[in-house]
């Protein structure tokens, strides 16, 4: 369903050339929910920018449903729905204002509109708020409500550009909600970016994308693997002491070295090492804490980028409801 | 989710082979719909719009009012007869209601950047033209029907246009409501923040009003002034507006008309291909 090969994007400007997106190819399948996992910056909304034809890409290819997205940006806009990172609602618009504004924009006959737009509405719980000014919505409302909009040309292809962007926990759960019975019942093909592991965990395959490449791509399942079989988390009292011992005993490690908040550290043994327990056991300091689990998303995206994506400066202040 | 809803409902968002209509048609079905979006904002927000009927009555009650006896009567050049200074005031404030809302409807195109708005227009399947298009319509029924508020008071002015004038002043303020939202969404296409308004508000707008003519006559001005207020569109706007409802004008219909429609022409062609080419 998308086809990407090679894309490049160069912002280019006085100040000098920025490389945004670094080469990339992927391809996503019919009905794939593929997800795009990164820090800000890492080139995420400039790849989606491209494939709705809102920026021109520097050099490279991409297909959507078999149709050049330069050579035919309106035939690919009409088959992508598209959930922007921020509100791109007219809230001094009703939320059937809004709908009706977008039917009527990609062509959608006046009854389809009105039956799309009452089922959405109704899936989505926003039946109620239907005439209400989109001003007094709540940010999970206006997120559901962009979903609903998004839906109304029955696109072949959802775009989700950071969609749970600033909202808590409990909007967060809803809206996801909401996204998986859409892809369960139509068998929509979707494309998300996002920096919450969560929400990359549950897609069937994740790029890994970080500085404008793709560093890893694969199942979420095949990463965790690729990381080792489990990661251990050791808390001392002379961490630095710790880091620089694991350093010089297993020096292929060193990429998995996290300092957590918590003042521990976790690192992934991957197969240099027999047992944990071992390596436990051998460790030349008293251990206050130490526990294994199974690797995360987290984990995988330290091996490939030695940075910790929660740790991303950006990512806290996105975080923050920004 | 609600026990009612059954597959059958789902499948009304199974992408369906919908042909994509022509161009043309899309085009024109994008600048029907951005237009319709422009008048529902004005219905909601009638409260701005009488809030805006406020300050041309200033201009024609006090300023028009406390100058007419010092004043006299105003003639201007060879032109037609002469009038009270309110009458001949009345037709600059209709022109200065449709310049003001006029420009802030094309700037306003900042406010949909701001707010995220625009990128939805953005990505829907029609040109970037018809974007444009459609502003500039919605704009100038926007200032039409504000410089319409100001119209019906003629008689307050003691001014007798025919049914026929007053068609053509409608025409008159359509001219520059197109033309100044033009200009607007000219200006606002660059801005990234609405905080450079109150700049273009005092170094382009104000000025195109005051060179406009719309205060005082146009002959014997200072050589400068006269040169400036040559170069303003307004000025021919209004010298239209003051032929057709008080029968006094400075330059000859032809001349407004034709340099009016070449401002509308150029602004138009100018703000399509910015818009075009802005990322």
Same mark, same amino acid.
């Given at each position: 369903m998308i086809s990407v090969t090679n894309l490049v994007k160069v912002y280019r400007s006085k100040a000098g050339d920025r490389t945004a997106v670094n080469d990339i190819s992927f391809?996503?399948?019919?009905?794939?929910?593929?997800?795009?996992?990164?820090?800000?910056?890492?080139?995420?909304?400039?790849?989606?920018?491209?494939?709705?034809?809102?920026?021109?890409?520097?050099?490279?290819?991409i297909l959507i449903d078999g149709l050049d997205v330069v050579e035919s940006p309106h035939q690919v806009r009409q088959r992508i729905g598209i959930i922007f990172q921020d509100p791109s609602l007219d809230d001094r618009l009703s939320a059937w204002?809004?709908?009706?504004?977008?039917?009527?924009l990609y062509g959608i006959s006046g009854p389809i509109r009105k039956?799309?737009?009452?089922?959405?509405?109704?899936?989505?719980?926003?039946?109620?708020?239907?005439?209400?000014?989109?001003?007094?919505?709540?940010?999970?409302?206006?997120?559901?409500?962009?979903?609903?909009?998004?839906?109304?040309?029955?696109?072949?292809?959802?775009?989700?550009?950071?969609?749970?962007?600033?909202?808590?926990?409990?909007?967060?759960?809803?809206?996801?909600?909401?996204?998986?019975?859409?892809?369960?019942?139509?068998?929509?093909?979707?494309?998300?970016?996002t920096h919450y592991l969560e929400e990359a965990d549950g897609s069937d395959r994740v790029g890994i994308i970080n500085k404008g490449k793709i560093v890893a791509l694969d199942t979420p399942g095949q990463l965790k693997k690729s990381v080792g079989p489990e990661v251990l988390n050791v808390r001392v009292q002379d961490r630095d002491s710790m880091k620089k011992y694991i350093i010089d005993t297993i020096p292929e490690i060193?990429?998995?070295?996290?300092?957590?908040?918590?003042?521990?550290?976790?690192?992934?043994?991957?197969?240099?090492?027999?047992?944990?327990?071992?390596?436990?056991?051998?460790?030349?300091?008293p251990i206050i804490e130490a526990s294994i689990r199974r690797p995360n998303l987290d984990d995988v995206f330290i091996q490939y980028t030695g940075n910790n994506l929660s740790d991303n400066p950006g990512n806290k202040i996105a975080g923050d409801g920004a | 989710m609600n026990g009612k809803i059954t597959t059958t409902d789902w499948s009304l968002i199974k992408s369906s082979e919908e042909t994509l209509a022509d161009p043309i048609i899309r085009d024109l079905r994008g600048i029907y719909t951005l237009w319709l979006r422009d008048v529902i904002r004005l219905w909601r927000d009638r409260i701005r719009l009488v809030g805006? =009927?406020?300050?041309? $009555?200033?201009? @024609?009650?006090?300023?028009?009012? %406390?100058?007419?006896?010092?004043?006299?009567?105003?003639?201007?050049?060879?032109n037609g007869g002469s009038l009270g200074y309110q009458a001949f005031l009345f037709p600059g404030i209709v022109g200065m209601s449709v310049l003001f809302t006029a420009s802030f409807a094309g700037v306003a195109i900042v406010w949909d950047r701001e707010v995220g708005f625009l990128k939805e227009v953005l990505v829907a399947p029609l040109s970037r033209t018809a974007v444009v298009i459609g502003k500039i319509l919605g704009g100038a029924t926007n200032s039409v029907l504000q410089g319409g508020m100001i119209l019906v008071l003629y008689p307050l002015?003691?001014?007798?246009?025919?049914?026929?004038?007053?068609?053509?002043?409608? =025409?008159?303020?359509? $001219?520059?409501? @197109?033309?100044?939202?033009?200009? %607007?969404?000219?200006?606002?296409v660059r801005m990234t923040s609405s905080q450079g308004f109150m700049v273009l508000m005092n170094f382009i707008i104000l000025p195109l009003f005051f060179l406009s003519g719309a205060l005082?006559?146009?002959?014997?001005?200072?050589?400068?002034?006269?040169?400036?207020?040559?170069?303003?569109?307004?000025?021919?706007?209004?010298?239209?507006?003051?032929?057709a409802l008080a029968g006094i004008h400075y330059y000859s219909v032809t001349t407004d008309l034709l340099t009016l429609i070449f401002f509308l022409s150029a602004m138009s062609m100018l703000s399509v291909h910015l818009f075009n080419r802005a990322d």
């Amino acid at each position: 369903m998308i086809s990407v090969t090679n894309l490049v994007k160069v912002y280019r400007s006085k100040a000098g050339d920025r490389t945004a997106v670094n080469d990339i190819s992927f391809h996503v399948g019919t009905g794939e929910f593929f997800s795009f996992l990164g820090p800000n910056g890492a080139g995420k909304t400039t790849t989606i920018g491209m494939m709705v034809a809102l920026l021109a890409p520097s050099s490279g290819k991409i297909l959507i449903d078999g149709l050049d997205v330069v050579e035919s940006p309106h035939q690919v806009r009409q088959r992508i729905g598209i959930i922007f990172q921020d509100p791109s609602l007219d809230d001094r618009l009703s939320a059937w204002e809004n709908l009706e504004f977008h039917g009527r924009l990609y062509g959608i006959s006046g009854p389809i509109r009105k039956k799309r737009g009452e089922f959405l509405l109704d899936i989505m719980g926003l039946t109620e708020r239907k005439n209400d000014l989109v001003r007094t919505f709540s940010g999970g409302m206006k997120r559901r409500l962009e979903i609903v909009r998004g839906l109304i040309h029955a696109p072949k292809v959802l775009i989700l550009d950071e969609p749970t962007l600033g909202l808590d926990p409990h909007s967060r759960r809803i809206v996801w909600e909401y996204i998986h019975s859409v892809r369960k019942e139509v068998g929509m093909t979707v494309f998300l970016t996002t920096h919450y592991l969560e929400e990359a965990d549950g897609s069937d395959r994740v790029g890994i994308i970080n500085k404008g490449k793709i560093v890893a791509l694969d199942t979420p399942g095949q990463l965790k693997k690729s990381v080792g079989p489990e990661v251990l988390n050791v808390r001392v009292q002379d961490r630095d002491s710790m880091k620089k011992y694991i350093i010089d005993t297993i020096p292929e490690i060193r990429d998995s070295i996290r300092e957590e908040p918590d003042g521990s550290l976790s690192f992934s043994m991957g197969s240099h090492l027999a047992s944990p327990w071992e390596f436990l056991k051998y460790l030349p300091f008293p251990i206050i804490e130490a526990s294994i689990r199974r690797p995360n998303l987290d984990d995988v995206f330290i091996q490939y980028t030695g940075n910790n994506l929660s740790d991303n400066p950006g990512n806290k202040i996105a975080g923050d409801g920004a | 989710m609600n026990g009612k809803i059954t597959t059958t409902d789902w499948s009304l968002i199974k992408s369906s082979e919908e042909t994509l209509a022509d161009p043309i048609i899309r085009d024109l079905r994008g600048i029907y719909t951005l237009w319709l979006r422009d008048v529902i904002r004005l219905w909601r927000d009638r409260i701005r719009l009488v809030g805006s =009927f406020i300050q041309p $009555l200033l201009f @024609l009650f006090i300023l028009g009012g %406390g100058l007419s006896p010092r004043l006299g009567s105003i003639s201007q050049g060879v032109n037609g007869g002469s009038l009270g200074y309110q009458a001949f005031l009345f037709p600059g404030i209709v022109g200065m209601s449709v310049l003001f809302t006029a420009s802030f409807a094309g700037v306003a195109i900042v406010w949909d950047r701001e707010v995220g708005f625009l990128k939805e227009v953005l990505v829907a399947p029609l040109s970037r033209t018809a974007v444009v298009i459609g502003k500039i319509l919605g704009g100038a029924t926007n200032s039409v029907l504000q410089g319409g508020m100001i119209l019906v008071l003629y008689p307050l002015f003691h001014l007798r246009p025919s049914s026929l004038q007053l068609v053509s002043a409608f =025409f008159v303020m359509l $001219l520059i409501g @197109l033309t100044q939202t033009a200009v %607007g969404i000219l200006l606002g296409v660059r801005m990234t923040s609405s905080q450079g308004f109150m700049v273009l508000m005092n170094f382009i707008i104000l000025p195109l009003f005051f060179l406009s003519g719309a205060l005082y006559p146009l002959d014997r001005l200072p050589h400068w002034l006269s040169i400036a207020s040559r170069l303003d569109p307004m000025t021919y706007g209004v010298d239209l507006l003051r032929h057709a409802l008080a029968g006094i004008h400075y330059y000859s219909v032809t001349t407004d008309l034709l340099t009016l429609i070449f401002f509308l022409s150029a602004m138009s062609m100018l703000s399509v291909h910015l818009f075009n080419r802005a990322d």
